[in-house]
């Protein structure tokens, strides 16, 4: 199994995907445990002082100004715990939970938190043991940290609330890890506020997104090839001179691809042949490229923001090197929240231009010489009509999920945290987005590989075919009679989700962007 060694720099994209979706085991690096130890000690030197510090010998938010004697800071960190698992909701998925739990416990291990090294120690054993906490959708403003989620973590590292075992069944934590041997944690001054406060769910489901959106990207490049072959277009427009004159990078990865795709296609070039000759194609058609090319460029300004935020020790107050433990802002989740709801956007536009290709593939009067609807027997078989009205409706649930969460700001703790970055909802429902633009790209594929294999007597390139016969190998039917569609849209849609798309075009053309 792939080992995640987390150390005192942050760590990156590839492994927190590999922790969350992949079960990789984690190990604290000797660096990570010196580091740990140095500035609990520091934390323990504060502790012992007659001064208050906030969060050592403090309450917290708005009841910051209580100083709390040592005979009570055990309990003032249990109960942090446990009031702020104050979640409801559906349970999130496991491999949200898992990131979430990776990256608080690459913040812990940066010693900028003053946690003790077995705390984190024990972070690392549950993720190792496959130990899933139950975190509910509802309950992070994405301020003060994702709190609600970080608690319900924090709570299983207390031997309390409930958990997922390895074999998916919700069990109470205490139970689940005495069954792996890992011993409940005692919190100490500062620790159970350390475990609270950070970025790390909004953080982790950014990591994601941006990987199936990479994914994403580079299917609806393809399918939009797919879709002009199928409109007997033209593959002129994509030529690397028309986009080196405006030189948006993505435009010009996302206009290569395409003509990667098209090499060799007998279906290009004919748009001025037909019953109904053009002198353009369809905005849908001719400005694919600069529409991806768009999306694709946000997904690089993402993944900056991504990067910086795991370079990060995100917590209040933080250990700095020079000994001193300071407050600080830096658990505010806008850097994050802003690219979360920029990608959702940038993704309804992207399903938008590929329902608009699919429907045009659909309608005898715009397909140039296709059956309406791509039926068999048009009149008594209305083919794909319906399959449309699906991807529609996914489109018009993408617009919703593009409403931006970051503008908006619910005060909390009696007006001390009076700001919030509604990240966390951002994130959520990005989440929704990228799993909607799955099914959207999956219908474009569904449709346009039906009207190429309608093309009688027109031989694809060699890229499509591979993906037509990938797809049809992968259970999704061709063109016929009317039948219960649903599979095969289900089908199409895993094909996409499972990069059977990339990976058939791939074959052919070689990695694409």
């Not at 922790?19 to 934390?43: G, K, Q, T």
């Not at 496991?94 to 705390?119: C, N, Y």
């Not at 609600?148 to 609330?161: K, Q, Y």
Request: aromatic fraction near 4%.
């Amino acid at each position: 199994m792939h080992t995640v060694v987390v150390g005192t720099s942050g760590t990156t994209a590839e492994d927190v995907i590999a922790v969350a979706r992949r079960r990789a085991r984690v190990e604290l690096s000797a660096e990570a445990v010196a580091a740990l130890a140095a500035s609990r000690e520091i934390v323990e030197a504060l502790a012992a002082k007659p001064e208050p510090v906030y969060g050592v010998s403090t309450g917290f938010g708005a009841l910051a100004t209580r100083h709390i004697g040592q005979d009570l800071r055990a309990q003032l960190q249990r109960n942090i715990v446990r009031s702020h698992a104050a979640g409801m909701g559906p349970h999130v998925e496991r491999d949200v939970v898992r990131a979430l739990m990776f990256l608080r416990l690459k913040t812990v291990a940066s010693g900028r938190t003053g946690v003790r090294p077995q705390v984190a120690q024990t972070m690392a054993d549950v993720l190792n043991a496959g130990i899933t906490p139950v975190v509910h959708e509802f309950g992070s403003l994405g301020c003060s940290g994702d709190l609600a989620p970080l608690s319900h973590c924090a709570l299983t590292l207390m031997g309390e609330g409930d958990a997922e075992g390895p074999d998916g069944v919700v069990r109470p934590a205490g139970e689940l890890l005495a069954a792996h041997g890992i011993a409940p944690v005692e919190l100490r001054e500062k620790e159970g506020l350390a475990l609270l406060n950070g970025t790390d769910g909004m953080l982790g489901m950014l990591v994601m997104a941006l990987a199936d959106l990479h994914r994403l990207y580079t299917s609806a490049d393809i399918t939009a090839a797919l879709s002009l072959e199928a409109l007997l277009g033209t593959a002129k427009v994509l030529a690397p001179e028309l986009h080196a004159i405006r030189p948006h990078p993505g435009q010009g990865a996302s206009a290569d691809n395409m003509l990667r795709v098209l090499a060799g296609s007998g279906l290009t070039g004919h748009y001025q042949e037909d019953a109904a000759p053009r002198v353009q194609d369809a905005y849908s058609v001719r400005c694919a490229p600069q529409v991806a090319g768009a999306g694709r460029d946000t997904l690089a300004y993402a993944r900056i923001v991504a990067d910086r935020e795991l370079a990060s020790a995100v917590d209040n107050p933080v250990v700095l090197p020079d000994g001193r433990v300071e407050s600080n802002g830096n658990f505010h989740g806008a850097p994050v929240a802003y690219v979360l709801d920029f990608l959702a956007i940038a993704a309804a536009d992207l399903g938008s231009i590929a329902e608009r290709r699919t429907d045009r593939l659909l309608d005898k009067n715009r397909s140039h010489g296709l059956p309406p609807f791509l039926a068999d027997d048009a009149g008594v078989d209305s083919g794909l009509m319906i399959a449309q009205y699906t991807q529609a409706a996914l489109v018009s649930e993408m617009k919703r999920l593009a409403v931006p969460a970051s503008v908006d700001s619910i005060p909390s703790s009696a007006m001390q945290e009076d700001h919030v970055s509604m990240g966390w909802s951002a994130a959520r429902k990005l989440r929704t987005a990228v799993d909607n633009l799955t099914r959207i790209i999956a219908v474009e594929l569904y449709a346009a590989t039906r009207a190429i294999e309608l093309r009688a007597g027109l031989t694809p390139a060699p890229a499509s075919r591979a993906a037509i016969d990938a797809l049809r190998a992968a259970g999704v039917q061709g063109p016929g009679p009317d039948r219960f569609l649903a599979p095969d849209l289900a089908a199409a849609d895993a094909f996409v989700r499972a990069g059977g798309l990339v990976a058939a075009v791939e074959s052919v053309t070689g990695p694409l962007a």
